[in-house]
């Protein structure tokens, strides 16, 4: 069976007969969370206390790369980095399995996401970042990705081009475009110290709770430079977004040391993020979640859009290297 058809069999009996299973008596009460990857459930107990399940999408994780992202969580968490623990099921361990899906369980958090952030919250959030990547720094994971053009870029591309997505006539610009923000990526990468991040670092990915930010969802965990978690938190561009670096790098380097040569890693990274994110859309469309929340993907118009802006992002990367070309 593919993904689709694994998670087509994951009924709401389903999901409760896994929680009982783990050793969590429940009510027979539960409802999905907005998910595209996995699919996630909030569940009531018996005590009326509510827990979210986690099913991962199948065939995407090995069990051992799932379980470098749990040891990653318990190493924060000893380390007083405030994210969501998995919690340990009937038996022992943190990761179960039912029909074929891997699944974990977490205790419900509260919060909401933080507003856009002024320089207080800015150096806040550099500590946080700062505090994460001491802890990442510490342990390998041997088993979890590596960031890397190869990964992220190439193959992708390659997959794309071998699947037929791209338009023949967009396919030649695209591709060149991409493989210039590969070998940017290759040449930024190269001296640069990396490790455990969370990978998708972005404001969606904080809670904000009675003044505690805490960290929530690594699922895209990855070994890779401290800048691609610095980035996603801060995207802008011009003097206001200058300043917003400032502000969050005052508070990163009060507990770590920050590699300021990375820093023209950035944007190639946005570019490597952009063709990974068409390719997984890609990969996914057979599951009928991706076509009702991306109807445009596909089009003429979507492959025109996606070439135009790897191409200025080609453009950005020699304008800030002062006319470097790969």
């Avoid at 099921?89 to 029909?99: A, E, P, V």
């Avoid at 990978?199 to 965990?221: C, I």
Wanted: aromatic content about 8%; overall charge negative.
């Amino acid at each position: 069976m593919n993904t689709t058809d694994l998670f087509l069999s994951l009924t709401p009996h389903k999901v409760l007969e896994a929680v009982e299973d783990a050793g969590f008596p429940v009510n027979p009460l539960c409802y999905p969370l907005n998910s595209f990857e996995n699919r996630v459930y909030e569940v009531e107990l018996e005590d009326r206390s509510r827990l979210v399940a986690k099913f991962y999408r199948p065939g995407r994780w090995s069990p051992e790369q799932i379980l470098e992202e749990h040891l990653f969580l318990a190493d924060l968490a000893e380390a007083e980095v405030p994210v969501c623990l998995p919690r340990t099921l009937r038996g022992g361990g943190t990761l179960g399995t039912i029909d074929g899906i891997s699944y974990c369980l977490f205790p419900r958090m509260g919060g909401r996401a933080p507003d856009e952030p002024d320089s207080d919250l800015l150096e806040r959030l550099g500590m946080l970042a700062a505090r994460i990547h001491n802890v990442g720094a510490a342990r390998p994971a041997v088993h979890r990705v590596r960031l890397d053009a190869d990964a992220f870029v190439r193959q992708n591309v390659a997959f794309l081009r071998d699947k037929g997505s791209i338009p023949a006539r967009l396919l030649a610009r695209y591709e060149r475009a991409a493989r210039t923000i590969a070998d940017f990526v290759d040449e930024g990468i190269q001296g640069t110290a990396v490790h455990r991040i969370h990978g998708d670092l972005h404001l969606g990915n904080l809670l904000l709770r009675d003044g505690v930010l805490s960290v929530v969802d690594f699922d895209d965990m990855v070994v890779g430079p401290a800048v691609q978690d610095l980035w996603l938190l801060l995207p802008g561009e011009g003097v206001e977004a200058r300043i917003a670096l400032e502000s969050f790098l005052e508070g990163y380097e009060v507990l770590r040391a920050f590699d300021r040569k990375s820093l023209r890693l950035a944007t190639p990274l946005r570019g490597l993020r952009r063709v990974h994110y068409a390719a997984w859309i890609a990969r996914r469309f057979h599951d009928p979640i991706f076509p009702r929340t991306f109807p445009h993907f596909g089009t003429e118009a979507y492959w025109e859009e996606e070439t135009r802006d790897l191409e200025l992002i080609v453009q950005m990367i020699t304008q800030e290297r002062g006319g470097f070309e790969a």
